[in-house]
C-alpha cells in the first residue's frame, strides 16, 4: 500500500535544500508536525544517515527505523524494514516502511512537496487485516495530510530564513 499526497510551497524549487532539512530535523520539529507524532530521533553512522520514528496511526502504535536510501537537495528517499506496529497496542507485527518527499518546480515563483508513505506486509494475510483495521488507508492518508501540510510549511519557513541570511 502506499499514498501520495502533494503541498504546495510558496517558494521557487532552487531555494529549498530537502536533504538539509530532514537532517537537521529535531525530536520537537518532528512532534508539532502531527498529532500522532510521539518522539524522533537521528543520527549519521559511517557516512549514513538514520532516524527513529515512534508514532501511533489509527489504533497502531508504530516505531520506524529508517535507513536514508537515497538523496538529493530536491529528493530524499527512506526506507525502514523493521518497523514494529503494534496493533491494538498489545500484537507486534514486523512491517516495512517506504517514505519518500520530493519537490517539483510548479513555475518560477513556487514548487510542490509530494510526500509518499506507505507499508509492505510479509504476508498477504496481514496485509488485509492491516487494510480492515486501517480503514483501507483513511488513518494513513489522514495522517499524510496532517504531516505533509507541516512538513510544506516548515520547509518554506526555514528555506525562506536560509535564503534571507
Same mark, same amino acid.
Given at each position: ?8 510551497? =510558496? #517558494?521557487?524549487?532552487?531555494?529549498? &535544500? ?5 537532517? +537537521?530535523? @529535531?525530536? !520537537? ?37 529508517? =535507513? #536514508?536510501?537515497?538523496?538529493?537537495? &530536491? ?5 525502514? +524494514?523493521? @518497523?514494529? !506496529? ?38 498477504? #494475510? ?40
Amino acid at each position: 500500500m502506499r499514498v501520495t499526497e502533494k503541498f504546495e510551497i =510558496a #517558494l521557487p524549487k532552487k531555494a529549498i &535544500d530537502l536533504y538539509r532539512w530532514v537532517t +537537521e530535523m @529535531t525530536d !520537537a520539529d518532528y512532534v508539532s508536525y502531527a498529532g500522532a507524532h510521539k518522539a524522533m530521533g537521528s543520527y549519521f553512522s559511517d557516512g549514513r544517515f538514520f532516524m527513529v520514528n515512534v508514532e501511533t496511526i489509527g489504533n497502531e502504535m508504530i516505531v520506524q527505523n529508517y =535507513a #536514508l536510501q537515497e538523496h538529493q537537495s &530536491d529528493h530524499v528517499k527512506f526506507y525502514s +524494514e523493521n @518497523t514494529k !506496529a503494534y496493533v491494538l497496542r498489545w500484537f507486534p507485527v514486523v512491517v516495512g516502511v517506504p517514505w519518500e518527499m520530493e519537490v517539483r518546480a510548479k513555475g518560477s515563483d513556487r514548487c510542490e512537496l509530494v510526500c509518499t508513505i506507505g507499508a509492505d506486509f510479509p504476508n498477504q #494475510l496481514l496485509a488485509f487485516a492491516a487494510y480492515i483495521n486501517g480503514l483501507g488507508g483513511l488513518f494513513l492518508r489522514r495522517h499524510l495530510k496532517e504531516e505533509g501540510r507541516a512538513f510544506a510549511g516548515d520547509i518554506e519557513r526555514k528555506s525562506r530564513s536560509v535564503c534571507e541570511s
